[in-house]
Every structure is written in structure tokens, then in C-alpha cells.
């Protein structure tokens, strides 16, 4: 694992997984962190980045890390993607995109209403 530390935040854990045969994935976060929050993994092989859903089923969180190959070809500008989804766990809208895990956790619970 390795830490970053922003102005203005704690020091932070950044988990790494492997992810379509990228050995070094950052999540941009700890794990860890996210299901003591109530997330749960809902990648799918196919997807572009891995996801993780929070406990309500409603809001999906993709995870960028912009200095993966793929990530660097889709030319991504931000770390989190939170998506609403509708009653039967399909993608319904998208909330909005970040580069701040605060920021990110704070859209997950305005959407989670």
C-alpha cells in the first residue's frame, strides 16, 4: 500500500489491486475504509474501473486510477465516479465526479436519499 497526504487531510492509506492484468490499480482510498462505511466490491470483470456499492444498493462508486494505461486512454480527468442507481441495481444517472474521497462520500450520502 501506499500514503498520499493533501493539504487540509489526514494522512491516507491508499489500497492497490490488480485490474485487467494492472498490477499496481490505485483505489485511491483504503479499502478497509470504504466497507467499514458499508461498501461492498461490485466489479464486474468487464468494467472499465472497479466499483463498490454502498449498503442502501442505491449508489455505485467507480475507482480511477489515472495513471493506468486504460485510464490514460479514455483520457480520465477525475478519481471517483458516483452513480445513482434505480430500484433493480441498474445504472439510473450519474451524481457526479471527483478527485476528493471526502467529496465523493459526501455525494454518496446526498444520493443515498
Not at 3 to 20: A, C, I, L
Not at 100 to 112: D, H
Request: net charge negative; charged share 30%.
Amino acid at each position: 500500500m501506499r500514503s498520499e497526504t493533501k493539504k487540509g487531510e489526514e494522512k491516507m492509506k491508499n489500497s492497490v489491486v490488480t485490474w485487467h492484468g494492472y498490477e499496481n490499480y490505485n483505489m485511491n482510498c483504503n479499502i478497509e475504509d470504504l466497507k467499514k462505511r458499508g461498501f461492498e466490491c461490485s466489479s464486474y470483470n468487464n468494467d472499465l474501473a472497479p466499483s463498490y456499492t454502498n449498503k442502501k444498493g442505491n449508489i455505485q462508486v467507480f475507482f480511477i486510477d489515472l495513471n493506468s494505461d486504460e485510464m490514460k486512454a479514455e483520457k480520465m480527468t477525475y478519481k471517483f465516479s458516483v452513480m445513482k442507481l434505480d430500484e433493480h441495481g441498474e445504472y439510473s444517472e450519474t451524481i457526479g465526479t471527483t478527485n476528493s474521497f471526502e467529496e465523493m462520500l459526501t455525494m454518496v450520502k446526498k444520493g443515498e436519499k
